[in-house]
């Protein structure tokens, strides 16, 4: 009875202890510290097979609607989460404050400031309305001169003039800057071209010690998309996934079936409670819809397959 009740014991050890070596960030191997992103991501060592896969999330689509739904601050009923603009705007503000900065698509060991980001916005609003300059880029405007049959500019005259009393239809003077004023944005920039579309890098990686596929994310990709969809697509910034992780557990994913059951961001990322369609795997892109379906199939039944490892 003791020699059966010492095995027993003697046999949990043996498998709690590796069952507790996951929680590792990372291992040393030959003296170089292993970079990890997830916090449950297994060590190297324990890699029986491993896939880089890009994701690409719809965020017009209504399963990930959530990923950038708005409370209005009328209906909020806790103040348990602290962000609750969606995903672009939850991690703008965390860039905007500091807490972590963005990297260049083009080069990941180049880091971007909030100050970058939001420049490179305004450069992308310039281009599309117009801005910076005449046609032929003096920005003088001295080109239009010629229009001017007498030489001696434009004149209110010409056009009736205005009389100093005259007023408007709604009882403000006719060259007021009121308008103007009201006119003005209440925000640095508009979100809406860059909450359609955002991108998140991973690996996916068979775990031998467990048996079992983890989906260790690296990097969330802020996208954006031409308002009149002409133009192509281009990748604004990049986030490291382990640096956000504070910022996503106090942003809100709102449940729209059930006020009691909100999550945070972090938690919709880790319980994959969206849907994505596979554009890359391994650096071999996917040309249609129906070949990322048909990828993503063949990964589930190989994982299917691995379990009996």
């Given at each position: 009875?003791?020699?059966?009740?010492?095995?027993?014991?003697?046999?949990?050890?043996?498998?709690?202890?590796?069952?507790?070596?996951?929680?590792?960030?990372?291992?040393?191997?030959?003296?170089?510290?292993?970079?990890?992103?997830?916090?449950?991501?297994?060590?190297?060592?324990?890699?029986?097979?491993?896939?880089?896969?890009?994701?690409?999330?719809?965020?017009?689509?209504?399963?990930?609607?959530?990923?950038?739904?708005?409370?209005?601050?009328?209906?909020?009923?806790?103040?348990?989460?602290?962000?609750k603009e969606g995903?672009?705007?939850?991690?703008?503000?965390?860039?905007?404050?500091?807490?972590?900065?963005?990297?260049?698509?083009?080069?990941?060991?180049?880091?971007?400031?909030?100050?970058?980001?939001?420049?490179?916005?305004?450069?992308?609003?310039?281009?599309?309305?117009?801005?910076g300059g005449d046609?032929?880029?003096?920005?003088?405007?001295?080109?239009?001169?010629?229009?001017?049959?007498?030489?001696?500019?434009?004149?209110?005259?010409?056009?009736?003039?205005?009389?100093?009393?005259?007023?408007?239809?709604?009882?403000?003077?006719?060259?007021?800057?009121?308008?103007?004023?009201?006119?003005?944005?209440?925000?640095?920039?508009?979100?809406?071209?860059?909450?359609?579309?955002?991108?998140?890098?991973?690996?996916?990686?068979?775990?031998?010690?467990?048996?079992?596929?983890?989906?260790?994310?690296?990097?969330?990709?802020?996208?954006?998309?031409?308002?009149?969809?002409?133009?192509?697509?281009?990748?604004?910034?990049?986030?490291?996934?382990?640096?956000?992780?504070?910022?996503?557990?106090?942003?809100?994913?709102?449940?729209?079936?059930?006020?009691?059951?909100?999550?945070?961001?972090?938690?919709?990322?880790?319980?994959?409670?969206?849907?994505?369609?596979?554009?890359?795997?391994?650096?071999?892109?996917?040309?249609?819809?129906?070949?990322?379906?048909?990828?993503?199939?063949?990964?589930?039944?190989?994982?299917?397959?691995?379990?009996?490892?």
């Amino acid at each position: 009875m003791m020699k059966n009740l010492f095995l027993s014991v003697i046999g949990c050890i043996v498998f709690i202890i590796p069952a507790f070596a996951q929680e590792e960030s990372g291992s040393e191997e030959e003296g170089v510290k292993i970079q990890t992103f997830s916090p449950m991501a297994p060590r190297r060592e324990d890699h029986f097979w491993r896939r880089k896969v890009v994701n690409r999330i719809d965020l017009n689509e209504k399963m990930n609607a959530p990923f950038i739904k708005r409370e209005s601050p009328h209906y909020a009923d806790n103040d348990q989460y602290s962000e609750k603009e969606g995903i672009v705007m939850a991690l703008f503000n965390g860039l905007k404050a500091g807490k972590y900065n963005a990297y260049d698509p083009d080069s990941l060991s180049k880091p971007m400031a909030w100050e970058d980001v939001l420049q490179k916005i305004r450069e992308k609003e310039g281009e599309l309305t117009g801005e910076g300059g005449d046609f032929d880029g003096e920005g003088d405007g001295s080109d239009f001169e010629e229009y001017d049959s007498d030489g001696e500019g434009f004149e209110e005259e010409d056009y009736g003039g205005f009389d100093e009393d005259f007023e408007d239809e709604f009882g403000g003077d006719a060259g007021s800057d009121d308008l103007e004023e009201d006119a003005a944005p209440t925000s640095e920039f508009d979100s809406g071209p860059y909450e359609s579309v955002i991108q998140f890098v991973e690996n996916r990686i068979f775990d031998k010690v467990r048996s079992d596929m983890v989906y260790d994310i690296e990097y969330v990709e802020i996208i954006w998309t031409d308002p009149g969809e002409a133009l192509p697509e281009e990748k604004l910034c990049t986030f490291r996934y382990k640096e956000i992780l504070e910022t996503l557990e106090t942003a809100q994913w709102k449940n729209r079936f059930n006020d009691a059951e909100y999550r945070n961001l972090r938690e919709a990322f880790e319980l994959r409670l969206f849907h994505s369609y596979i554009i890359d795997i391994s650096s071999q892109g996917m040309r249609t819809k129906q070949e990322a379906e048909y990828r993503r199939q063949k990964l589930v039944e190989f994982e299917h397959h691995l379990w009996s490892y």
